[in-house]
């Protein structure tokens, strides 16, 4: 389905969860999963090695062995739809961009929970009435991917799972461009935000971090924020 059954707002708590064991097939994600395509996935998860399926076991499993079984691979990319007759050519999406079934679940869940227009925004997120978008971009708080909005007074983040950050441009001390992975190569695609009590929003997989970041600055300045900016 493209989804873990695992998830957290950081890597730590992922990371406590596979540990633990602990899993949950959420929804819309795992929803067209079949129960026993579920039970073959649960039954590797255990963590005693003991009492988990071994080879032998899943080799019986009833899901394999069921003449209802997709063979089809969700993950093929290199089958992509011919473009409509007068249609004008599609570039190809920067380096990084491309759609994976995760991204197109959360843009899913995102329009479910914020809905659509600017007063649909402004009550997500309780922003003044007076409040526009200024840009939208796809981003991850930490890990969970979600979308990043500039908006007149308020940089704002909605997660797929649903977390949610409103933070208003007069809380803000800095921004700053960044890694998440500081041995990684290149310049990152990631954006820090420090408010003045000293928190640190860590936004990463930006894919258009430059005109994101720009965005920021231009606004910063015009509601008159006192923001540092630390490029790279």
């Known amino acids: 389905c493209g989804f873990p059954p695992f998830y957290g707002d950081n890597d730590a708590q992922m990371f406590r969860k596979i540990k633990a064991g602990t899993y949950k097939f959420l929804s819309p994600y795992w929803d067209k999963i079949s129960t026993d395509a579920k039970d073959f996935v649960g039954k590797l998860l255990v963590v005693d090695?003991?009492?988990?399926?071994?080879?032998?076991?899943?080799?019986?499993?009833?899901?394999?062995?069921?003449?209802?079984?997709?063979?089809?691979?969700?993950f093929d990319g290199s089958a992509k739809p011919e473009p409509k007759a007068g249609a004008a050519p599609v570039a190809e999406e920067a380096e990084g961009g491309v759609d994976t079934m995760q991204q197109m679940f959360t843009d899913f869940n995102i329009d479910r929970k914020v809905g659509q227009g600017m007063e649909a925004l402004r009550k997500a997120f309780d922003l003044p009435g007076d409040a526009v978008r200024l840009r939208k971009s796809r981003c991850a708080l930490v890990s969970q991917l979600g979308a990043f909005y500039v908006t007149s007074y308020h940089l704002c983040f909605i997660g797929g799972l649903g977390k949610k950050l409103a933070v208003p441009f007069s809380d803000l001390a800095k921004c700053a461009k960044a890694k998440r992975f500081k041995m990684s190569p290149g310049n990152g695609h990631a954006i820090h935000l420090t408010t003045k009590d000293g928190t640190v929003y860590q936004l990463n997989a930006f894919t258009d971090r430059e005109d994101v970041f720009k965005e920021i600055a231009k606004q910063a300045k015009t509601v008159a924020a006192n923001i540092v900016f630390e490029d790279m």
Request: charged fraction near 35%.
């Open 49 to 74: 090695p003991k009492k988990r399926m071994d080879c032998r076991a899943a080799l019986k499993h009833r899901w394999l062995l069921s003449e209802q079984v997709s063979s089809k691979n969700l």
